[in-house]
């Protein structure tokens, strides 16, 4: 594997209540060889919104909350006011030939309260085929 992009989140992100919001866009990574897949992991940390009582993390394509979803949406549980570091991962195996850009986002469920995404980095890593 090669680290092809890797990204902090710069400043804090509001979660609007139970809105899925991006916390996190990795660059545009073009492949001009045949690859096993892109690799997308890292950490985020957050504190949940008022009455809250999980943190969805979702990794998709793309450059926006509609883009299609890579692996599965990774429910944590969290409750009102908490803080945590939720670590995420997913495998995309639909890449070549373009590569492709990825966000990583951030829901909450139940929340009647805002929460924020404090901290976290994201790796963008590409599998390379066995010689």
Sequence with gaps: MTVQA???I???VTLVTTAETIVATLPFVGQGT???GNLITGFINVTQGTAGTAITIRVRAGATVAGTL???ADVNTLAAAASANIEFGALDLAVFPAGNQYVV????TAATG???VNDGVMFLDIISPAA
Excluded at 105 to 108: K, V
């Design 114 to 116: 805002n929460g924020t």
């Design 10 to 12: 710069p400043a804090a």
């Design 105 to 108: 986002t951030a829901q909450a």
């Design 6 to 8: 890797a990204v902090q």
């Design 70 to 72: 890579i692996g599965v």
């Design 34 to 36: 045949a690859k096993d």
